[in-house]
Structures are given as C-alpha cells and as structure tokens.
Nanobody
Framework: VQLQASGGGLVQAGGSLRLSCAASGRTFSNYVMGWFRRAPGKGDDFVAAISRGGSSINYADSVKGRFTISRDNAKSTVYLQMNSLKPEDTAVYYC???????????????????WGQGTQVTVSS
C-alpha cells in the first residue's frame, strides 16, 4: 500500500492542524493505521493508532485529550486532528500501516509494514 501524508504547516501555539494520510494500492480496511513523529534530534515517537474498523483507538499520553485520530475506510484515508498545539509538538509526522496488529495497541514502529513520506508540523511559541 502507498501512503501520502499531507496537512502539515506552521501554526502558533494553541492552534490546530489536521493531517491526512491517503492510501492506495491495497484494501485500506485491512490495516491498522498509526501516526508517529520525529522531533529534531530525537527518535521516532508513537502518537496514535486506530484499528481496522475504527472501534479501537490508542494515544500517547503526551497528546491525549488534544489529538484525535479517525479513519474513513470508504475514502482510504486516516486523519489526525491536532488541537491545542504546543511547541513540543514540532516534528515530522508520519502515517503508517500495519498488518501485524489487530487492535489499536499498535505502538511499535517495527511492526508497521508501510510508511508515508512525512509531513512537517512546526508550532511557534
């Protein structure tokens, strides 16, 4: 499956962005979908994941209550709504697809098979 992430940009602290990740090539509903991020000089961090049908969702503690992951299987797209953004949310955000996971307890990047190209999110203070 090919993944194309979009929606990043520059926003002031407290603002919002919505990231999208469009999939093509295979049946989208077969995949657990996740978002990860990589801040400057740091490793990859899990952000959020959603199960195949959308009934199971998981968030990193750092984004809980501020970010919302959702998916539209008819459009083969997963979204990440980011509210109340903080400067520490600045990172390149990647979407990923996994056939290994069944639920949204899908925090290990090594178990994701496919990755998008990343979209830059910059939050100014």
């Amino acid at each position: 499956v090919q993944l194309q992430a979009s929606g990043g940009g520059l926003v002031q602290a407290g603002g919002s962005l919505r990231l999208s990740c469009a999939a093509s090539g295979r049946t989208f509903s077969n995949y657990v979908m996740g978002w990860f991020r990589r801040a400057p000089g740091k490793g990859d961090d899990f952000v959020a994941a959603i199960s195949r049908g959308g009934s199971s969702i998981n968030y990193a503690d750092s984004v809980k209550g501020r970010f919302t992951i959702s998916r539209d299987n008819a459009k083969s797209t997963v979204y990440l709504q980011m509210n109340s953004l903080k400067p520490e949310d600045t990172a390149v955000y990647y979407c990923a697809a996994s056939t290994s996971y069944i639920t949204a307890a899908a925090v290990a990047e090594a178990r994701y098979n496919y990755w998008g190209q990343g979209t830059q999110v910059t939050v100014s203070s």
